[in-house]
């Protein structure tokens, strides 16, 4: 081989004796040294002027890569597939990992926060406030309990420093205000220079509290007290607003979803044919469809992370949170409005009743002053001006009477109104009872 070119190929004794040479290196030189004077002639050849030609215009040549080529396209798709067929572990690393990767990212990858360490600042001392935090205690997958806090400065270093995560603070009047039934209020001091870790934090705290309220074993009945808005829920537009609000609340919910990755496993079946002269030929028919061959599928994971617009989910988190609190200032107006108007018409049906009973005794003294009156006409005592009186007194508290008898009917109604019904109780019976219209 000389200048990449092969000189001779062949047995080292047919070499030789193509050469005449006693010996293989001998027969080397010499094709060397045709190789070399073959490649110097070429070289005058080259050097000496061509003959003169007549000038013709020439395109100018196309630069490589100009354009797309499609046998080219072809051909690296025709190499690529032959590579990953005759490499089983690639292939296996294109099919077969996509699936393990998808697995691993969706059982191996988790945002839970377990063994929270935090420390009890109670400033009650009572039962009530040591069964509150021994519920915190019975989680020991998620909070470790530290030795408590005895002050509020401690506790306020020991966060600062990192050794906690929460503070749950006791008020003092904890105990004593949970007997009452005035429902107490306890604080949780979160860390939160990690805020997704400070937030899931201080939901576990929120779950700790609703588990304790739902559940009777724990001997804390903090439940909502009597005369509540359970009565006042029927009002129509008081539960319209409640709904409204709860579905708010799962709409930051989906907002917080759209912040993590997705997951899916994805694919498609059918049925496709042709033939080589293609529907317009004639050659294919629809029978074609029912072939064996004519079955396509194909399947695969899909992985979905819109992390680029990671501050436009967050700032959608922010505004369904904005909107849920509209909502919720929204619910709790016609709640007021609906215990303003049981308790007006609680007030005024009882008022009414009172009142009523005041004007019958009045009533019952007017009819014996009538009496005594027309006594003493007949004697000669007074004249018949002072029976006119009496009489004209009579009228007019019988007539305030039935006022105020309809101002109770009126109440009531009100009262029915307010609390959302109480009509359906005399369903089926007359509206005015038969001892009135007799």
Same mark, same amino acid.
């Given at each position: 081989?000389?200048?990449?070119?092969?000189?001779?190929?062949?047995?080292?004794?047919?070499?030789?004796?193509?050469?005449?040479?006693?010996?293989l290196?001998?027969a080397?030189?010499?094709?060397?040294e045709?190789?070399?004077?073959?490649?110097?002639?070429?070289? !005058?050849?080259?050097?000496?002027?061509?003959?003169?030609?007549?000038?013709? /215009?020439?395109? $100018?040549p196309? &630069?490589p890569?100009a %354009?797309l080529?499609?046998?080219?396209?072809?051909?690296y798709?025709?190499?690529?597939?032959?590579?990953?067929?005759?490499?089983?572990?690639?292939?296996?690393?294109?099919?077969?990992?996509?699936?393990?990767?998808m697995l691993?990212?969706?059982?191996?990858?988790?945002t839970d926060?377990?063994h929270i360490?935090?420390?009890?600042?109670?400033l009650?001392?009572?039962?009530?406030s040591?069964?509150?935090?021994?519920q915190?205690?019975?989680?020991?997958r998620?909070?470790v309990?530290?030795p408590?806090?005895?002050? !509020?400065?401690e506790?306020?270093?020991?966060?600062q420093?990192?050794?906690? /995560?929460?503070? $749950?603070?006791? &008020?003092?009047?904890? %105990?004593?205000?949970?007997r009452?039934?005035?429902?107490p209020?306890?604080?949780?001091?979160?860390?939160?220079?990690?805020?997704f870790?400070g937030?899931?934090?201080?939901?576990?705290?929120?779950?700790?509290?609703?588990?304790?309220r739902?559940d009777p074993?724990?001997g804390?009945?903090?439940?909502?007290?009597?005369?509540?808005?359970?009565?006042q829920?029927?009002y129509t537009?008081?539960?319209?607003?409640?709904?409204?609000?709860?579905?708010?609340?799962?709409?930051?919910?989906?907002?917080?979803?759209?912040?993590y990755?997705?997951?899916s496993?994805v694919?498609?079946?059918?049925?496709?044919?042709?033939?080589h002269?293609?529907?317009?030929?004639?050659?294919?028919t629809?029978?074609?469809?029912?072939?064996?061959?004519?079955l396509?599928?194909s399947?695969g994971?899909?992985?979905?992370?819109?992390i680029?617009?990671?501050?436009?989910l967050?700032?959608?988190?922010?505004v369904?949170?904005?909107?849920?609190?509209?909502?919720?200032?929204?619910?709790?107006?016609?709640?007021?409005?609906?215990a303003?108007?049981?308790?007006?018409?609680?007030?005024?049906f009882?008022?009414a009743?009172?009142?009523a009973a005041?004007e019958q005794?009045?009533?019952?003294?007017?009819?014996?002053s009538?009496?005594?009156?027309?006594a003493?006409?007949?004697?000669?005592?007074?004249?018949?001006e002072?029976?006119?009186?009496?009489?004209?007194?009579?009228?007019?508290?019988?007539?305030?009477?039935?006022e105020?008898?309809?101002s109770i009917a009126?109440?009531l109604?009100?009262?029915?109104?307010?609390?959302?019904?109480?009509?359906?109780?005399?369903?089926?019976?007359?509206?005015?009872a038969?001892r009135?219209?007799?």
């Amino acid at each position: 081989m000389h200048a990449g070119k092969v000189l001779a190929c062949d047995a080292p004794h047919k070499l030789i004796e193509s050469r005449g040479s006693a010996s293989l290196e001998e027969a080397f030189i010499g094709y060397m040294e045709d190789a070399i004077g073959g490649a110097a002639e070429e070289k !005058a050849t080259a050097s000496a002027p061509p003959a003169a030609q007549p000038a013709t /215009a020439t395109a $100018p040549p196309k &630069p490589p890569g100009a %354009g797309l080529s499609l046998e080219r396209l072809l051909a690296y798709t025709q190499n690529e597939t032959m590579q990953i067929l005759r490499d089983p572990v690639r292939l296996a690393f294109a099919f077969v990992g996509s699936a393990l990767l998808m697995l691993v990212f969706g059982f191996g990858i988790t945002t839970d926060v377990e063994h929270i360490r935090y420390a009890a600042l109670d400033l009650d001392q009572t039962p009530e406030s040591r069964a509150y935090l021994e519920q915190f205690a019975g989680s020991s997958r998620y909070f470790v309990d530290t030795p408590p806090a005895r002050s !509020a400065a401690e506790a306020q270093e020991r966060l600062q420093s990192n050794e906690i /995560a929460m503070i $749950p603070e006791m &008020p003092p009047s904890f %105990g004593r205000d949970l007997r009452k039934g005035s429902g107490p209020e306890v604080s949780a001091l979160v860390d939160g220079a990690n805020p997704f870790r400070g937030e899931t934090i201080a939901q576990y705290a929120q779950g700790v509290q609703a588990r304790m309220r739902n559940d009777p074993a724990s001997g804390l009945d903090i439940a909502a007290q009597k005369y509540t808005a359970d009565i006042q829920e029927r009002y129509t537009y008081i539960r319209r607003a409640e709904l409204n609000a709860a579905a708010q609340s799962a709409r930051i919910g989906v907002a917080k979803a759209d912040l993590y990755p997705r997951f899916s496993l994805v694919g498609e079946i059918g049925f496709e044919t042709s033939s080589h002269g293609g529907l317009q030929s004639g050659n294919a028919t629809f029978g074609y469809f029912f072939n064996g061959d004519s079955l396509f599928y194909s399947y695969g994971p899909a992985f979905r992370w819109p992390i680029l617009n990671y501050g436009r989910l967050e700032n959608n988190v922010r505004v369904q949170d904005a909107r849920f609190q509209q909502l919720l200032v929204n619910y709790q107006n016609p709640v007021l409005i609906a215990a303003r108007e049981v308790e007006d018409g609680l007030i005024g049906f009882l008022k009414a009743q009172e009142a009523a009973a005041f004007e019958q005794n009045s009533v019952d003294a007017a009819r014996r002053s009538v009496q005594i009156s027309l006594a003493q006409y007949r004697e000669g005592a007074v004249d018949y001006e002072r029976v006119l009186d009496s009489q004209r007194s009579l009228l007019e508290r019988e007539n305030s009477l039935a006022e105020i008898r309809s101002s109770i009917a009126t109440n009531l109604i009100a009262l029915y109104k307010a609390l959302g019904g109480g009509w359906e109780l005399r369903q089926g019976q007359p509206i005015v009872a038969p001892r009135r219209t007799r």
